[in-house]
């Protein structure tokens, strides 16, 4: 890929993050999650050891911030199912980037896609439901 096309998309995604909702960042995050795992899939296929290492870990790294994203208090039985999923999600990737195992980093991406499906149908009412929520919390407790 030419300089020219990575500056664009790289700018892309920093004017999308800039004007986004926290609802398009968590879509954004996962979006970013399941490149690269496709991406550490085809490492593994060229037996590109370091860019599989690389790819798995922005990865993880997206995995906890989605993690670490979720409202303990307000999202109640389903941010702790989500919490325990998204350790899962680690885990089974530490295990697939030992083993350099693509079936298991597809695992991965089935999950997260599931994830990203039902939140991509959440309607932009909800959202501001949501948001109206969390603007009418005492500071501090969000």
């Known amino acids: 890929m030419s300089y020219g096309i990575k500056a664009y998309?790289?700018?892309?995604?920093?004017?999308d993050l800039a004007v986004a909702d926290p609802h398009r960042v968590i879509q954004l995050?996962?979006?970013?999650?399941?490149?690269?795992m496709a991406k550490a899939k085809g490492f593994i296929e060229r037996k590109d050891f370091a860019g599989k290492s690389a790819a798995i870990s922005k990865t993880m790294a997206i995995i906890s911030a989605l993690q670490s994203s979720l409202d303990m208090k307000a999202g109640g039985e389903i941010s702790d199912n989500l919490f325990a999923l998204y350790d899962f999600m680690n885990n089974q990737l530490i295990v697939a980037s030992?083993?350099?195992?693509?079936?298991?980093?597809?695992?991965?991406?089935?999950?997260?896609?599931?994830?990203?499906s039902?939140?991509?149908?959440?309607?932009?009412a909800d959202r501001e439901k949501g948001y109206a929520m969390r603007?009418?919390?005492?500071q501090g407790a969000a």
Request: aromatic fraction near 2%; charge should be negative; proline fraction near 4%.
């Open 9 to 15: 998309k790289s700018v892309g995604v920093k004017d």
């Open 98 to 116: 030992r083993e350099q195992s693509q079936s298991k980093i597809q695992e991965v991406m089935d999950l997260l896609l599931t994830i990203k």
């Open 135 to 138: 603007s009418a919390m005492p």
């Open 118 to 124: 039902a939140w991509d149908q959440i309607p932009v």
């Open 29 to 36: 995050l996962m979006q970013g999650a399941l490149e690269n």
